[in-house]
């Protein structure tokens, strides 16, 4: 059997994330190849349907990245996302899904290395987790 | 200034006794209309905004069955600015505890609305009811009177058999009965201004509030939580993970209706109605190719799981979801579940006080501080 490969999704915010990790790019940082990056404005502008969406078809992992607190580009996005979280892994909690398989990280565009041993790390631990249950699953 | 005290009831007959007090308040002019729980001669229940004074008497304050969440009307009704009238809206301690959600939402303006709050031993279902009740035109008040029997009893509204919260909250005026004897008494408190306006003019036995009747909410709110308890338990061991999860939702229509008539699901067009979220015939085999078939219709489970995350916080358990499923889905039990944990997180209750603000509305920088952090 072939090894198995993590599908990530990242919805990386546009001001911070995203720039971290065009940093990581730019400055040749090895890491696994295994996040696929959507560009965001906010990490406060990811509803949960997007994740959901993701975990439901099958993903074996979801990555929000956004700016530090206090360092949001609208003020207070981080922190709405952050409530949000707190929302989202109590629901997942409570009906029996895996809330690690769901990440929300800070990391600033100054922050290359952050971002690639991040995405390394990830992709490590939901390796280990082995392939999401909705994969098979077609029936939700 | 707030007024209390105790209203006496004529004739064994508090709906009657209601119907007066009521009826007083549209005759003195103090309120414009008021909406009130009825049982239509067809036998349908419902609500109507009665503006006539002489039409009170046949509407029915004490009625226990539930068709909607009359927050759901209310909202449909208070959501404009409006000038020069003040309506009384007569609603159930879940109901109260919804328009409070809304009013937060900015959904419901409580300007020109007068919060008229009832204890409620329980309701059954509104399908059905005309069964139930018979031609027993006693049974409103054979109900409050008989509340000792709504302790366990299993014809209720799921809802209410596991319901913490038979008395409302938040008002401007409470109509109380339970711990009382509705035959002799009712306890009247107008905790605002407003409230208290309709109290002018009415004879009342001032007091304190009795004693009995927390006592009695208080054996009511543990037997119910222990129910409720138990309920979560089973559904603890049934509905966890993917698999169970998707049985759960496995006959699910995906008609929506639990969406359209939950009172705090407020958004005129649903996200999942939107043109955001139709997919093009070549985005659908795109998907399929995923898993190699999806299941129509799709994203069924997607559906609940985000009204899950958009509502929760707001969610009062009142269980009309459940009632109105043509699929029979026990949506109660999960949704009270859920929402009772997620409230739990920020220390909020929906529907306790107009000052708590919404959990997914507001923030404080020191606070769930390990998020994100890894
Ligand atoms: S989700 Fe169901 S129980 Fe909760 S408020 Fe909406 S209709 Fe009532
Ligand atoms: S009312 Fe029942 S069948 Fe319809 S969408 Fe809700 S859960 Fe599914
Ligand atoms: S702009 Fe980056 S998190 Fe809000």
Redesign the interface.
Known sequence: MAEFEPRIVGFLCNWCTYAGADLAGTSRMQYPPNMRPIRVMCSGSV???YI??AL???ADGVFIG?CH??DCHYV?G???A???????K??L?????DQDRV????ISAAEGRKFAD?VT?MTRAIADKGPS???????? | MAVSGMLKVKDKNPEATLEELLAGWLTQGKLSAILVPVLAKSGAAGAALVSDADRIAGTAPLLPAMAVNAASVVRDIAKLRSEGTKVGVLLRPCEMRAVVELIKLRQVLADNLVLVGIDCPGTYKAAGFRDVAGTDSDFDNRHVREQQNYYDNPNLRTACQVCEHPKPMVYDLEIGFLGLDPDKELWLDGATDKGAALLEGVELAAGEEPGQMQEYLKELAARRKNKAETRIKELDEAAMGPENLTRYFADCLNCHNCMRVCPVCYCRECFFDSENFQRRLDEHVRVSKRKGLTRMPSETLLFHLTRMNHMMTSCVACGICEDSCPAGIALLPLFKKVSGNVQAEFGYLSGRSLDEELPLVGFREDEFTAIGEG
Do not use: C, H, Q
């Open positions: 509803d949960s349907v959901l969406r439901l078809e099958g956004g607190p206090g207070s981080n922190y709405k952050r409530r949000r979280m707190v929302a989202f109590s629901i909690r409570s009906v029996g899904l990440w929300l990280r800070w991040t790390e249950e909705f994969r098979e699953l077609w029936e939700v």
